[in-house]
Nanobody, 114 residues
Framework: QVQLVESGGGLVRPGGSLRLSCAAS????????MRWYRQAPGKQRELVGI???????NYADSVRDRFTISRDNAKNTVYLQMNSLKPEDTAVYYC????????WGQGTQVTVSS
């Protein structure tokens, strides 16, 4: 079965950096587009960015030039490098894959605060 397991969240000061990982299993990772979403308290879940099977990426305007998504098909893992973090980046971050239905990981909390 499809499994997604995020890790790497934590507490960081404004301007700091974090790298999230999402380990995937149960499907052919190299043939799947992978997405990162986030959900802040009281807000709807929003798309952060996507990496396509060819390795190309696209980002929400709010994170473009600060966040970078990458993938390692040999390790079945997708990463989210987050730089220049702001308090408004505080959220639970989820990775996602759509294979006939949406699959989600359990999420990892990122808190940006001084």
């Amino acid at each position: 079965q499809v499994q997604l397991v995020e890790s790497g969240g934590g507490l960081v000061r404004p301007g700091g950096s974090l790298r999230l990982s999402c380990a995937a299993s149960g499907f052919t990772f190299g043939r799947a587009d992978m997405r990162w979403y986030r959900q802040a308290p009281g807000k709807q879940r929003e798309l952060v960015g996507i990496t396509l099977t060819d390795g190309s990426t696209n980002y929400a305007d709010s994170v473009r030039d600060r966040f970078t998504i990458s993938r390692d098909n040999a390790k079945n893992t997708v990463y989210l490098q987050m730089n220049s973090l702001k308090p408004e980046d505080t959220a639970v971050y989820y990775c996602n894959v759509f294979i006939q239905i949406n699959y989600w990981g359990q999420g990892t909390q990122v808190t940006v605060s001084s």
